[in-house]
Nanobody, 124 residues
Framework: QVQLVESGGGLVQAGGSLRLSCLAS????????MGWFRQAPGKEREFVAA????????YYADSVKGRFTISRDNAKNTVYLQMNSLKPEDTAVYYC?????????????????WGQGTQVTVSS
């Protein structure tokens, strides 16, 4: 079984930055894609960013492109989401997800394991 533990969420003012981390355990981390999704109150969960097993391919939602950066450190079994120029509309619970294989995708179905989520709140 795979365990994912997110950290780094919190309250920040608009224009500020946060870095989320997700520590994975339970299988060979470096062989699988990883993703970040988020769910705002009253809305469905949506894709934010994804990274392939090697870190060579990354994908972003249009709403965060140019502001967020996903990266991974396979030696530390950790994936990161650097969030800059945060906006109030970025307020959500952010979830880390582990892929079913090495390819990064934007679809929830392609992710087999999910963390508990970490709250990010951006004040205006």
């Amino acid at each position: 079984q795979v365990q994912l533990v997110e950290s780094g969420g919190g309250l920040v003012q608009a224009g500020g930055s946060l870095r989320l981390s997700c520590l994975a355990s339970g299988r060979t981390f470096s062989m699988y894609a990883m993703g970040w999704f988020r769910q705002a109150p009253g809305k469905e969960r949506e894709f934010v960013a994804a990274i392939a097993w090697s870190g060579g391919n990354t994908y972003y939602a249009d709403s965060v492109k140019g502001r967020f950066t996903i990266s991974r450190d396979n030696a530390k079994n950790t994936v990161y989401l650097q969030m800059n120029s945060l906006k109030p509309e970025d307020t959500a619970v952010y979830y880390c997800a582990a892929g079913r294989n090495f390819q990064a995708t934007t679809r929830e179905y392609d992710y087999a394991y999910w963390g508990q989520g970490t709250q990010v709140t951006v004040s205006s």
